[in-house]
């Protein structure tokens, strides 16, 4: 778990861990050097998009309670409950993870924000007192990436009168392109993504133009279409033979 987490915060680049650093002799001398097999599995906009849902988790979702137990720094990451307690976080220096359970997969009964959270929050707190981890800084947006304040509640490019709005982050030509319809804005119509398309034309002869459908006559309301009269032929009177005519002289 600890391994695929990397891919977010390497942009999209995934870290296979290892289990040794490094083996020295009594002289200090390196015996053996590991290292992390690395390897471009996501789209660097992609890793930093869920980066940015993971650090709103941090912020105001399940894992809150990282900050109200002193960890300020950066940080993003996802609690997981089921027969156990997990918590999956990072910073832009350090990947951590924290199982709480039982081996026998008996019920532990207690969620991961209760479990595993305060396990992984004093770790890191201690973990980046070290210098090697202690300068974490906020997570950099590769290019691609715009950050756009919204309402959340509407989904809309956020105006002076919205009570409550945020950044957030999209890919670039997906971001709302209308104000916020609940508080002084116009109607969102849709939000326009560059490249795609609402109907894919279909295959067709080349030179073949693409049949129009004929309009139906309008027709009055209340007036049905298979009530409609007909304008009436006129009806053909039947040629009369040459005997037909003579008996037609003697009347």
């Not at 906009?45 to 650090?55: G, I, K, P, S, T």
Request: with cysteine.
């Amino acid at each position: 778990v600890a391994g695929a987490y990397t891919v977010f915060v390497n942009h999209g680049v995934h870290a296979a861990p290892y289990w040794l650093k490094s083996v020295r002799d009594e002289k200090g001398q390196v015996l053996y050097s590991g290292s992390s097999k690395t390897e471009s599995v996501l789209d660097p906009r992609v890793a930093f998009e869920m980066v940015d849902l993971l650090q709103e988790v941090v912020r105001r979702g399940t894992a809150a309670g990282v900050r109200s137990r002193g960890f300020s720094l950066p940080a993003a990451g996802k609690t997981g409950t089921s027969h156990d307690g997990w918590f999956a976080g990072f910073t832009s220096k350090l990947v951590c993870v924290v199982w709480v359970g039982f081996d026998d997969n008996r019920e532990l009964g207690v969620e991961g924000a209760r479990s595993a959270l305060p396990i992984w929050t004093e770790f890191m707190k201690r973990a980046h007192e070290h210098r090697q981890y202690r300068n974490a800084r906020s997570f950099e947006a590769p290019d691609g990436i715009v950050m756009v304040e919204i309402d959340p509640l509407s989904g809309g490019l956020a105006t002076p009168t919205c009570p409550k709005t945020e950044m957030q982050a999209f890919l670039a030509g997906s971001q709302p392109v209308e104000v916020c319809r609940l508080h002084g804005g116009e109607a969102i119509s849709t939000t326009q993504v560059s490249g795609w398309e609402t109907e894919p034309a279909a295959d067709k002869p080349e030179g073949q133009a693409r049949p129009h459908a004929r309009p139906r006559p309008s027709t009055p309301s209340g007036t049905d279409h298979n009530a409609q009269s007909k304008p009436e032929k006129k009806r053909e009177q039947p040629q009369k033979g040459i005997f037909r005519r003579l008996l037609d002289m003697f009347k």
